[in-house]
């Protein structure tokens, strides 16, 4: 998808969307790990592979599914993407922040993002959550880096506030209802696949990490430059100890996903239930 006429591939995908009855959305969601099972509780009234809709990339990740989805969550209007794309896949940058300018377009103008992350804080446990209120971008670039990006969006965006303060207030309220151990942290962004080193975990806790990923900030970077309010999830699946480092664990990495995935959805159900406007 190397073009200039950004506007002219977001508006292909948009008449087809809009020909298949898909109009607009007050929320979007990107079902990143940690969210998979929240489908089973939308009201879906529209599902459409990735690979049906023009110029729509395809998630390459085995566990990632690649779907959108409309339909009613806890009495909100949604468009959720079933799967996103990483710059490991080979993909670009207007590839894998393509759901949210398409989010956009469609009236959205909440997003929650999900994703799995290595706890790199040593007071973080595997299995819990981590509310993301500030991010570190290692990945070398940005989705802003774009010619005639302009046609997009403002190119210098402020990023003082990528995450909504008001959002993270409330579902921290939540969360101590509920009774559910949530973190709060910075989450540093890196290109992957492969894991980090022990050097390499040492060198993100020293520069203000709590927890490593290889997706989410490029979509918050345009979710801010569209002014979308952002909220943010990792499900810690793994402890980095960069003192004590052990192989990874596949297995155990998808049960702790899914420990943390009901926690999540449990958060998502109070919080959506709770705002009928948001």
Known sequence: MINMEWTKIINQTIKYLNKK????ASLGIILGTGLGKLIKHI????????SE??????????????????????????????GRFHLYEGY????ITFPIRIMK????????ISNAAGAINPSFIKGNLMLVNDHINLQGSSPLALKNIEELGERFVDMSN??????IKKINEIAREEKIKIHNGTYAAVVGPQLE?????????????????????????????????????????????????KPINIPEII???EIGELKLIQIIKKYLTENNKL
């Open 21 to 24: 009855g898909i109009k607009s």
């Open 105 to 112: 377009v469609l009236g959205v103008s909440n997003a929650i």
């Open 92 to 95: 670009n940058y207007f590839e």
């Open 43 to 50: 009201e879906i009234e529209k599902k459409i592979p990735y």
């Open 53 to 82: 809709i023009p110029n729509f990339p395809i998630s390459t990740v085995e566990f990632h599914a690649g779907n959108l989805i409309t339909g009613k969550l806890f009495g909100h209007d949604i468009v959720a993407f079933h």
């Open 197 to 245: 080193t022990a050097a390499e975990y040492r060198y993100l806790w020293t520069i203000g990490a709590d927890a490593v990923g290889m997706s989410t900030v490029p979509e918050v970077i345009v979710c801010n430059q569209l002014k979308i309010k952002t909220i943010v999830f990792s499900v810690l699946t793994d402890e980095c100890d960069y003192k004590n480092l």
């Open 162 to 167: 990528p995450y909504d303060k008001k959002l």
């Open 255 to 257: 049960e702790l996903a």
